[in-house]
């Protein structure tokens, strides 16, 4: 059995079938999800836009039959869970005549062997209701074009789909499709994972985040959710989207999600935390052991509680309005001194807004107030996610561009170097925000001696 060294790559493999998210369209590459200005329109269904003849022509073996079903519902578009099905369906039914492995043997799979959670999905009202939802539009869409199995098979299908099928993203961690892995989709999850999963186009490329002497697919982990949520809410969206529970060691150790609960204690002199439960019982505090406390103490974490609470959903609810201002302005309220004051800095509420405020201050160009909240995550996110982390990487980098930027150059080449660091384990030398970073360094390092010359005396 091969072993890896941390950083290293376990496989990489390309997707069964993947679709492209449809906030991209327009935007990207439908086969290599590649960003370009260029796109080319199919001419026969006018929906799908490849930036090359060669990705026109790598797809044509499955679009050739996409396309008369598209064309037929046009000019209305079918969900991306609808489209991604039928690309499956039509997937499957050419694997009958040619075999497609490209990963390694030892993670080489059927699309057969993946496990469809069938009485599950039965049992559970949201996914029944959806299934019948996508048959019909499919129905529809393949009238007279593609023969669709039995309903039994389809359920089946759209089980496999739906538990195994991976997000696609890029560099910045933002959603660009949906695709298929039959290898990668072996890859059990785990809170605290050894490996992680990064994608450069439509190829996925899993990396190990530590030294794995003895590599199978029963001992590689990734984490399915982000690491930055209580255990009872990664708890349950493992149980309603992959339906079974978590047992890593970071779900038995509460003690992280006491820390992101928690409140600044008020005894003068301490900093402890105070951690507040789900029924708003404050426990003793971790520091002093402090217990007793005063009604104007549990006022204010009660209101400064339910306060944030409301204004981090104002903060979604203008984000998807695109009301930049609105969600900068709560942003700032929810970063006001006086809640600070009572927050604890790993306060999940506190991470949140700080999180919040630094995409939007970037989006509004104000960069140093956005260094500012970049700065100040630096060392949650170090506490809240393992130490190799995509996040974080991408954290620093975004930090030390602030600071390059903003002329600190001392202090930017730093953050630069640690997400280096990071990116190169989580990514890889080869990836394209490496180069990104790389270049960054440099770029530098350059500012930094011409400044030193400048500053010589002569
Ligand atoms: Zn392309
Ligand atoms: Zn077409
Ligand atoms: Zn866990």
Known sequence: MKSVLKGEQIFEERPFTHILDHSQQGRRCHYCLERSEHLKKCTACGFLRYCSLTCQRCDWPVHRKECPCLKQVSPNVPLDSVRLM??????????????????????????????????????????????????????????????????????????????????????????????????????????????????????LMVRALMDIPEVSPSNIFISYTDQLSFTEDRQRQLKEQYYFSCQCTRCQDNSLDRLMKSFVCPVPTCTGAVCRTEVGELLPCGSCGMNSYDESYRRKVEETFHHLIQDLQQIEQAKKAKDLDKVLSLCQKCLHPDTVSVLHSYNLLHVQALDRGLDVAIDLELWEQALSYGLQLIPLYIKVYPAASPQVGLLLLKVGKLELYLQRLEHALQHLQQGESIIRITHGRFHELYRQLSELISQCTDELRTHMEHSKPS
């Open 86 to 203: 039928l690309r499956i369906l039509i997937r499957t039914q050419l694997l009958e005549k040619e075999d497609h492995s490209t990963t390694e043997t030892v993670w080489r799979r059927s699309f057969n062997d993946l496990m469809s959670h069938i009485d599950e999905i039965q049992e559970d009202p949201g996914r029944s209701q959806q299934f019948v939802q996508i048959v019909y539009t499919l129905r529809g869409l393949c009238q007279g074009q593609l023969d669709l199995p039995p309903v039994k098979q389809l359920m089946e299908v759209f089980g496999r789909v739906t538990i195994n099928s991976f997000t696609i993203c890029d560099g910045d961690l933002q959603s660009v499709g949906v695709g298929l892995y039959l290898g990668a989709s072996y890859l059990d999850h785990s809170c605290q994972p050894n490996a992680v999963v990064s994608f450069q186009g439509q190829k």
